[in-house]
């Protein structure tokens, strides 16, 4: 039994619920339609297993033909609760500074910004088990419980929601974070097998692959990955070396990763063969760019991971870094998922958030919660088997894998040599982290030529960097361009500035 056991989804969402509303953005005032409703997902035979809750914003008088984007966010189990009210649709809640401070109460909603709506009518997407959504039999859930069985719903939403909005003109785009990287590039596949061809897929703050985000005795490559990472954090907690930290954070993190790259992959490389000499100049190489002390770098065998440098790194102040924010702290002795700050602050502003407007624009059940998160869905129940990658001769694979969908991404791409991928990060996310995502990107199996379809950018900020408003708005703005680009790209620059006319 959990904590809101007596809230889990067992009955849907039923009734549409329509509202309109208004922002101003840029000069202008934009006029909007927002659809509440339940989504069927049929299998095969047309029985009807589950319905997912989605929310839509469309322009009023915008047509049929405008660019559409389906959004989620990721870990099994989570909503899209914070795509949707902390960074792409119309409507959002105040914050300061640049992310570093928690949202203030009382959670006020206005106007976004940063939204994309006006080059691009938006989906919110909450998979089975999460949010609103739910399973017609309760006994079936756990069939969506996986990685291509989680994909294969979320094409057949697409496809259900399309087909009741009349949509099927107009040029498709996916947003996915964090798992919703992993989401994403295998939905991108499965739409085209049901002749659905995606505009382009934007994936935030990444999980491309499980194998790059773990680590075991045989399964270091995340460790490299991860030292920029933590030399960010340490360089804007000022734990650095005043060298170091007399420089600008860019300068810093490349210089770590030179070295991460090189000295450091070989000696993780050579393993027990390494020498006295190799190891103590890796101890210090390793103090000076994650500001740890010796002795604690020697119990970790010289193998830091990100939860233990959250930690470690502050420990002498009483403090934990967040890993998915490290420029966030929180009192305590080592790292704590639960406690994590960004998760926590961003979970209670965007669930207010939620309730505030669409509990004054909408009727919402009164005897159901809005699940953020469902545990149960998580909790040893999702099949990341069904992820796996295959072995490089195509064999299954094997027990102790990790999932990834990069290779449906790859064949994706290859098949429709107009898609567009754009891949962001933030400077302090210490999981998926912007090295993790960048070597993900450089070992894509695509031909040269569809390299310059690939486009990468960072942010100042964590996990979620849109925590922060002045990323946002420049994700906005690195969006906007994406778009432009892709649309031409598929329609031609014409057809593509009619798509974009604002009514």
């Not at 047309?46 to 915008?62: I, P």
């Not at 409507?91 to 106007?111: C, H, M, N, W």
């Not at 040599?417 to 990060?425: E, I, L, N, P, T």
């Not at 946002?472 to 031609?492: H, I």
Request: aromatic share 12%; charged share 20%; with cysteine.
């Amino acid at each position: 039994m959990i904590a809101n056991e007596q809230f889990l989804p067992t009955e849907p969402f039923l009734e549409p619920q329509r509202a309109e509303d208004a922002i101003a953005l840029e000069g202008q005032r934009l006029k909007y339609g927002i659809t509440a409703e339940s989504i069927p997902v049929y299998d095969d035979e047309g029985a009807e297993q589950a319905r997912s809750f989605c929310v839509s914003y469309a322009l009023t008088d915008g047509g049929a033909q405008r660019p559409v984007t389906f959004a989620f966010n990721g870990k099994p189990g989570t909503s899209t609760l914070y795509l949707h009210m902390a960074a792409l649709a119309p409507k959002t809640f105040s914050l300061t500074g640049q992310g570093e401070e928690a949202p203030r109460r009382p959670y006020i909603v206005g106007d976004n910004p940063g939204t994309i709506l006006d080059f691009s009518d938006l989906v919110f997407i909450d998979p089975v088990g999460t949010g609103f959504s739910c399973t017609v039999n309760r006994e079936k859930e756990r069939q969506y419980y996986g990685v291509r069985q989680d994909v294969d719903a979320i094409a057949r939403i697409i496809r259900a929601w399309m087909a009741r909005h009349g949509r099927f003109a107009s040029p498709v785009f996916i947003v996915g974070e964090s798992y919703g990287g992993l989401r994403g590039s295998g939905l991108v596949l499965r739409l085209q097998q049901m002749h659905i061809m995606s505009s382009g897929f934007v994936a935030v703050s990444p999980a491309l692959s499980y194998g790059e985000l773990h680590t075991s005795m045989l399964y270091e490559h995340h460790l490299v990955h991860t030292v920029p990472a933590l030399c960010a954090a340490a360089w804007f907690h000022k734990k650095l070396d005043a060298d170091l930290l007399a420089r600008p954070l860019e300068d810093v993190r490349a210089e770590a990763a030179a070295w991460a790259q090189s000295e450091y992959l070989l000696f993780l490389w050579k393993g027990c063969e390494a020498s006295a000499e190799e190891r103590n100049a890796v101890l210090e190489k390793l103090r000076r760019y994650t500001a740890l002390k010796a002795p604690d770098l020697e119990a970790l065998n010289l193998r830091v991971g990100d939860k233990q440098f959250a930690g470690l790194l502050l420990a002498d102040q009483g403090l934990v870094t967040s890993y998915f924010d490290a420029r966030l702290t929180y009192p305590g002795r080592g790292f704590n998922a639960a406690a994590d700050p960004q998760t926590f602050n961003m979970s209670a502003a965007c669930y207010a958030a939620f309730y505030e407007y669409f509990g004054r624009i909408m009727k919402l059940p009164e005897h159901r919660d809005y699940l953020a998160f469902n545990p149960r869905v998580d909790g040893g129940r999702w099949d990341f088997a069904s992820g796996y990658l295959p072995t490089a001769s195509g064999a299954a694979p094997r027990a102790g894998g990790f999932a990834s969908m990069l290779a449906d991404l790859c064949t994706a791409m290859k098949m429709d040599s107009r898609f567009k991928f754009f891949a962001c990060a933030g400077q302090f996310d210490l999981h998926c982290s912007i090295d993790t995502t960048r070597y993900c990107l450089n070992h894509m199996d695509i031909p040269a030529r569809l390299r310059a379809n690939v486009t990468f950018k960072t942010y100042w900020g964590g996990h979620m960097f849109y925590s922060n408003p002045e990323a946002r708005l420049q994700f906005r703005r690195d969006l906007k361009e994406f778009y432009t680009a892709a649309l031409e790209a598929n329609v031609g620059k014409e057809a593509r500035a009619e798509a974009l006319v604002i009514q």
